[in-house]
């Protein structure tokens, strides 16, 4: 199942609300993650970017992964440089981590899109070094 398909089934907000049920995040989100492409999200907080994600555990209360930074969605400010290239531990308790549109985000600052396709849209605008147009796809688009 992919992101829009949950959009479709879940309409009633199951997936979306502060806190849920979290095995039903599980099953429905741990999909998600098993259907990226080439393991790459556009990741958000503080800045933009493309991530790999490395050892990902889809254990029965929360995931976790390795993120690698890919490529940055450059916006021409301080934080660009500072945060290019530091790998991070990601992670989320299933019972937090909701489903905003095409955005899955926890409680905490972070947003996440892995729809495959689109991601490998914004990899493409990205490399021809069309920031804003990827960024019209991704964070401007909340």
């Not at 990741?43 to 690698?68: G, Q, V």
């Amino acid at each position: 199942m992919n992101i829009f398909e949950l959009n479709q089934k879940y309409k009633n907000g199951e997936l979306s609300g502060q806190t849920g049920d979290p095995e039903l995040r599980r099953q429905e989100f741990s999909q998600l993650f098993m259907n990226l492409y080439e393991n790459k999200v556009v990741y958000h907080e503080r800045i933009t970017r493309i991530i790999k994600l490395d050892k990902i555990e889809l254990l029965p209360d929360r995931f976790n992964a390795i993120a690698i930074p890919y490529l940055l969605i450059e916006k021409g400010n301080r934080l660009d440089e500072s945060y290019r290239h530091k790998s991070f531990e990601l992670g989320a308790s299933w019972k937090y981590l909701r489903l905003d549109g095409i955005v899955l985000s926890p409680y905490s600052s972070w947003l996440m899109w892995c729809d495959p396709n689109l991601v490998k849209q914004v990899e493409m605008l990205v490399l021809e070094k069309n920031f804003k147009k990827a960024l019209d796809l991704t964070l401007n688009a909340m």
